[in-house]
């Protein structure tokens, strides 16, 4: 059977069935833990879509985005060379420039912090003693340019205070304390959380 089928600009086929597109949401929805939050499959504006919020007392990345937090209305422009580009219909944003020029200085996201808790500290003469290896794993993921710091738990009687470790201790290493395995930290750069 040799059957020839016509299909029209901007129609789809299945077979020999022709109907009209889809239209492309620009994202699918995915569902984690009952809570619906979708993932953008297409580019939209970086400059007035909603993809960050203020937690934890700092701007952070949200976990889950909604359907309106998103702006997918761009459209191409030309410039004055004649290259096509993407531009927010709503703010004019430049898909070409980076986000964070184009954004205010108090916009600018400030990076969140991993805490490491470091289990079988002690305190003696003065220092907080952990382990060398642990010390030493953490320095080099600094020096990578991960943003982590050391956290202690010190029990007080019933309470149980968290200290941080400054980082001014990294530009100070010969006030470090080496005692076989174990590394001291004198107490003045511990901070409580």
Same mark, same amino acid.
């Given at each position: 059977?040799?059957?020839?089928?016509?299909?029209?600009?901007?129609?789809?086929?299945?077979?020999?069935?022709?109907?009209?597109?889809?239209?492309?949401?620009?994202?699918?929805?995915?569902?984690?833990?009952?809570?619906?939050?979708?993932?953008?499959?297409?580019?939209?504006?970086?400059?007035?879509?909603? %993809?960050? =919020?203020? &937690?934890?007392? @700092? +701007?952070? !990345?949200?976990?889950? #985005?909604?359907?309106?937090?998103?702006?997918?209305?761009?459209?191409?422009?030309?410039?004055?060379?004649?290259?096509?580009?993407?531009?927010?219909?709503?703010?004019?944003?430049?898909?070409?420039?980076?986000?964070?020029?184009?954004? %205010?200085? =108090?916009? &600018?996201?400030? @990076? +969140?912090? !991993?805490?490491?808790? #470091?289990?079988?500290?002690?305190?003696?003469?003065?220092?907080?003693?952990?382990?060398?290896?642990?010390?030493?794993?953490?320095?080099?993921?600094?020096?990578?340019?991960?943003?982590?710091?050391?956290?202690?738990?010190?029990?007080?009687?019933?309470?149980?205070?968290?200290?941080?470790?400054?980082?001014?201790?990294?530009?100070?290493?010969?006030?470090?304390?080496?005692?076989?395995?174990?590394?001291?930290?004198?107490?003045?750069?511990?901070?409580?959380?």
């Amino acid at each position: 059977m040799n059957s020839k089928v016509n299909i029209p600009f901007g129609h789809k086929a299945k077979c020999m069935e022709v109907s009209e597109p889809v239209k492309d949401t620009g994202f699918y929805e995915r569902n984690t833990k009952g809570r619906i939050s979708i993932v953008p499959t297409t580019t939209y504006c970086p400059s007035c879509s909603a %993809t960050h =919020e203020f &937690k934890y007392g @700092k +701007v952070i !990345r949200k976990w889950e #985005l909604k359907h309106q937090d998103l702006n997918f209305e761009l459209s191409y422009q030309k410039d004055e060379k004649g290259n096509l580009y993407a531009q927010c219909d709503d703010c004019g944003f430049d898909l070409r420039k980076d986000v964070v020029n184009h954004r %205010t200085e =108090e916009d &600018k996201l400030e @990076k +969140v912090k !991993r805490d490491i808790y #470091l289990e079988g500290a002690y305190y003696k003469e003065g220092c907080y003693f952990i382990n060398y290896e642990d010390f030493k794993a953490t320095l080099q993921n600094l020096k990578e340019g991960d943003n982590v710091r050391f956290c202690i738990k010190q029990k007080i009687g019933p309470s149980l205070n968290i200290l941080n470790l400054s980082e001014e201790i990294f530009k100070n290493l010969d006030k470090l304390v080496i005692e076989g395995s174990k590394v001291g930290i004198p107490r003045n750069y511990w901070r409580n959380n």
